[in-house]
């Protein structure tokens, strides 16, 4: 018996036209996108200062210096210690936050859900010089404050471990209220029965927490802990670059800033794309990883 053979595609009219819109878009990823990516790979192999007219061909001598110098370490460190921070703030107070407005507390959940996004739309440049400004060890407000009772506010901007603390606060303030509107909006969207039919049981609030809103709201609770842990290398650029700019001795750096850094500061630019690289190379082992052990926990409704 011989074996059916697939039908035909007969491209119509309709799919040239489809097609063809893609075309824009596809234009605009390989020219914003993907020639960027391949040549930051190019470049990796090159030594090179955007100044000479020429590129030394190193192999991979740029990725060797880059994984035998410490800086690198401690920059990884500080970008794992930012992720880490961003998610306890921008994840897991959000997603608490989220129930009790709208579970717990019923009256002015309205003014409280403004006033929480109200920074996500203000710019993050602005917020860093603002809170340049209010946490000054010497004359801001939080130290005027402190000094009534007789507490001397720490500079940190010079103490490893505090500035990483401080920069990641001043990020959150930024990102905080579009994560919440996002879980708010999750946590809203589950069924009212199922939750009155467990208060009504007698069933404890941290209980119907996690074992009913946490798996219930599960895949956007996936999708903000993706983005909150690309913010811990995007977002946090901006604070870094117009507080500290990597200070005291790359304790505030991350990832993504020392990549900068590397090229248009040092002009280091085949070490900057080898960094660039290894980033790339973690974070898709990272996502990787995320969607073959926590994928299989996510409820899905439909």
Known sequence: MQAAKPAKIK????HWKAYGLLIPSLIIFILFMFWPFMYTIYLS???WNMVKPTKEFVGLQNYKEVLTDPTTY???????LYIGLLLIINLIIPYILAFVLDIVLKRFNHLYKGAIFLPSVISLVVGSILFTWLLNPVSGPAAIILGWFGIDMPIWS?????VIVVLSLITSWKVFGYNFIVLYASVNGISREVIEAARLDGVPLWKIFFHLVLPMSSATGIYVFIITIVQGL???FTPIKVITQGGPNYASSNAIYHAYHEAF????TGHSAALSILTMAIFILLLILEFKFVERGIHYEN
């Open 11 to 14: 491209f119509t009219t309709d």
């Open 45 to 47: 192999f090159f030594d």
């Open 74 to 80: 401690k920059v990884f460190g500080n970008t794992l």
């Open 158 to 162: 010079k103490l490893d471990g505090w």
């Open 234 to 236: 995007q977002y946090v």
């Open 265 to 268: 500061v040092l002009y280091r």
